[in-house]
């Protein structure tokens, strides 16, 4: 079973900028894609971006395309997630998960699909 360990979140104004983190299993992390979600409270989960095994393929839905990127530190088994340029819409709790397939992310990212999640963080962003 594959653990994940978020960090980072917080409050900004627009335009500002925040990063987040998620930590796996070390021995395990290489053999999953880590895809980042975030929800308003009455939506359901979102995807925002999404990360291979190894680190070398990514993927990003639209609203953050520019703005966002996620990187994974293989060495630390660390997915960060930094967000510049954040605006009010943004704001939600923020979810990392892991996919078994992780030679590259899946050509969908599916909340149901990700088996495995990180505890949330918040990320709040003022007008």
């Known amino acids: 079973q594959l653990h994940l360990v978020q960090s980072g979140g917080g409050s900004v104004q627009s335009g500002g900028s925040l990063r987040l983190s998620c930590t796996a299993s070390?021995?395990?992390?290489?053999?999953?894609?880590i895809g980042w979600f975030r929800q308003v409270s009455g939506k359901e989960r979102e995807a925002v971006s999404c990360?291979?095994?190894?680190?070398?393929?990514?993927k990003y839905a639209d609203p953050v395309k520019g703005r966002f990127t996620v990187s994974k530190d293989n060495a630390r088994a660390t997915v960060h997630l930094q967000m510049n340029n954040l605006q009010p819409q943004d704001t939600g709790t923020y979810y990392c998960?892991?996919?078994?397939?992780?030679?590259?992310?899946?050509?969908?990212?599916?909340?149901?699909?990700?088996?495995?999640w990180g505890q949330g963080a918040q990320v709040t962003v003022s007008s």
């Open positions: 998960g892991a996919h078994p397939q992780h030679h590259d992310c899946p050509a969908q990212i599916l909340v149901g699909d990700f088996r495995f």
């Open positions: 070390a021995s395990l992390s290489e053999y999953y894609s």
């Open positions: 990360i291979n095994g190894n680190g070398q393929s990514t």
